[in-house]
C-alpha cells in the first residue's frame, strides 16, 4: 500500500465490530478527545525492546509466550488476580527456558484485553431481545438495558485499570517475582541478586478509536507508536485486507500479531505480510494460528510453506484455544485440555516438517483456581464446571492446566530442537 497513512486513515475503510450504537455520539467524541489527552501506558523505546526480543524469535533464537484472561473485566480486577497470572506466566516461562532450551519472550494479554468481537449483534432470553455484552470496555454484562447499552465512560475506566495493572506488573518485575528461584520458593542472598523481567503487554486492536487515540509520534525516531500496548494483533474476524483494521495497523512501529483460522488462504496471507511489514524488520509481525486440533495438520502445512518461500521474518505462534472450544452438554462453554495439547503437538510437528521455527504459544489463562476448561491434572469434569466458572467470554486454563501445557510443551520444544543442534 503506497496510500497515505495517519492515525485516523482507517475511518475511510470497512470497519467490522465497532459499536455504532451509543446513543450519544458527543459524549463518545469527547471521551476520545480526552484519551488523546492521557498519558501513554507505554513506551516507544519499551516497545522497540519488545520489538528486537521477537526479532530473536523470528531467527529462531528464542520463544514466545503470551497469555492472560480471555477478556479482563471490571468486577474481577483485584491485586491478587493481576498477582497470580503474572506469576503464573513468569513459572511457565521458567519452565519452557530450562527444560525447553531457550529463552522466553514474556507477553501478557493484560492490561487493555477488554473488548471482544461477538458473532451475534443482539442476544434474546426470554422474549426480551438486548445488544449483546461486547467487554466491560463497552457494556456491561447484567442482561437489562441500562447494563447493555454501551457506555463512553467505560472507555476512560478501562483505561484507567489498564495504567494501575500496569503499575503492579512494573513493580512485581522489580521485585522478587522477576527471578524463577524465588517463585519456586528459594530466595536470593543479596538484594543485587534479584533480576527485574522484561514483560510486556499487548491486547486485539478491535476499538480503533481507542488505538487511534493513544497514537502518538515518538520524538526520538518520528515513528507512530501505539502507546495503549506494546504488541497489538488483528483478529481472524478483523483481518480483511481493505478493512480498517489492517489499515490502522500497517501505519504504527508496534509489533504486531495476526490471527490464521482455516479460512485463510496462502495467497491472502502474503499479501498482508506485505502491507503489515513490506520492510522485513525481523519481530515485527507474529503470526498466530488458530485452527482446532482437527484442523491445524490441514491448513497449517500451506501457510508456513508460503512463508518459508516469501522470505519475511515472521513469528510463527499457535493459539490453541480459540478453535476448540465447544459446549458442555451442561450448557457451560469449555474446552478440552487434551485437545488443547493436540494443536499445540501438531503445530511443533508441522514446524518441524516445514523447517520453520515454532516461535510461540498464546494462551487464555488464569492463575486463578477456575474450573473452566476439561481435564488437566486434576481432570475438571462436566460436573465440575459450574463450581468456579467465572470467566466473562470464554473458558481460560487454570494454574495446573497451564504449568502442565507448559512441562508438556517445553518437552515437545526440546525434541524438536535436539535434531537442530546436531545438525548444527
Known sequence: MNTPWSPSSWRSKPVRYLPDDYPDLAALARVEAELATLPPLVTAAETRRLRDALGQVAQGKAF?????????????????????????????????????????????????????????????????????????????????????????????????????????????????YADLAQLLGHRPETEGAVRPVDFFTSHEAL?????????????????????????????????????????????????????????????????????????????????????????????????????????????????????????????????SVARILAEVMAFLQVAAAEGVHPGGLHLEMTGQDVTECLGGPLDVSEDDLSSRYHTHCDPRLNATQALQLAFRVADGLHTVRAPQARAA
Not at 476499538?207 to 507508536?225: F, H, P
Request: proline share 5%; charged share 20%.
Open 64 to 176: 514466545l509466550l503470551q497469555g492472560g484472561d480471555c477478556a479482563e473485566s471490571f468486577k474481577e480486577f483485584a491485586a491478587d488476580n493481576v498477582r497470580s497470572t503474572f506469576q503464573l506466566l513468569l513459572q511457565m516461562a521458567g519452565v519452557l527456558t530450562f527444560a525447553g532450551g531457550c529463552p522466553v519472550v514474556k507477553v501478557g494479554r493484560i492490561a487493555g484485553q477488554f473488548a471482544k468481537p461477538r458473532s451475534n449483534a443482539t442476544e434474546t432470553v426470554g422474549g426480551v431481545t438486548l445488544p449483546s455484552y461486547r467487554g466491560d470496555i463497552i457494556n456491561g454484562m447484567d442482561f437489562n438495558a441500562r447494563e447493555r447499552t454501551p457506555d463512553p465512560q467505560r472507555l476512560l475506566r478501562a483505561y484507567h485499570q489498564s495504567a494501575e495493572t500496569l503499575q503492579l506488573v512494573r513493580a512485581l518485575a522489580r521485585e522478587g
Open 207 to 335: 476499538l480503533l478509536n481507542v488505538e487511534q487515540a493513544m497514537t502518538r509520534v515518538d520524538e526520538a525516531t518520528g515513528d507512530w507508536y501505539d502507546t495503549s500496548a506494546h504488541m497489538l494483533w488483528i483478529g481472524e474476524r478483523t483481518r480483511q485486507l481493505e478493512g480498517g483494521h489492517v489499515e490502522f495497523m500497517r501505519g504504527i512501529q508496534n509489533p504486531i500479531g495476526l490471527k490464521c483460522g482455516p479460512t485463510m488462504e496462502a495467497d491472502d496471507l502474503l499479501r498482508l505480510i506485505d502491507t503489515l511489514n513490506p520492510r522485513g524488520i525481523p519481530g515485527k509481525l507474529t503470526l498466530i494460528g488458530r485452527f482446532g486440533s482437527d484442523q491445524v495438520a490441514e491448513c497449517l502445512p500451506r501457510l508456513m510453506a508460503a512463508t518459508r518461500r516469501h522470505g519475511s521474518p515472521v513469528v510463527w505462534s499457535i493459539d490453541p484455544m480459540h478453535g476448540n472450544t465447544h459446549k458442555a452438554t451442561n450448557g457451560y462453554k469449555t474446552r
